[in-house]
């Protein structure tokens, strides 16, 4: 055991969680396309539940390496690859208040990390 895992974290579970919400927020982008796609809506609804389908296999791996109390918590990242997904490739506008909550997840998910 390395420093940290002793209390539940590694790094590479941490890696594999923060994998996770970005194959959520990508996932979330494919359904958003889909709600507005004129044509091809089956191929977006297809490609966001193989991505949620992704996601199940490298969450279930993190569990191997996290606590569940800590890998739970951990998966408000997906909050916040949505919101830049949702900006960079749907150009959606992020309010100043939604940026402030995004950076308080940041925060909350860093404390859980350093204080687990």
């Known amino acids: 055991m390395t420093v940290g895992e002793a209390s539940g974290v590694s790094v590479f579970g941490v890696m594999l969680v923060a994998i996770c919400a970005a194959f959520e927020g990508f996932a979330q982008v494919c359904y958003k396309k889909a709600a507005h796609a004129l ?5 977006w ?4 539940t193989v991505l949620f389908a992704v996601e199940a296999g490298f969450y279930t791996l993190a569990l ?3 606590d569940l109390s800590i890998a739970y918590p951990l998966g408000a990242l997906s909050f916040v690859a949505v919101a830049l997904l949702s900006r960079g490739l749907l ?5 100043p208040s939604r940026w402030i909550g995004v950076v308080l997840i940041l925060a909350g998910v860093a404390m859980v990390v350093v204080r687990a």
């Open 64 to 66: 191997r390496f996290l």
């Open 39 to 43: 044509s091809r809506k089956t191929l």
């Open 91 to 95: 150009r959606e506008r992020i309010s």
């Open 45 to 48: 609804v297809a490609g966001g």
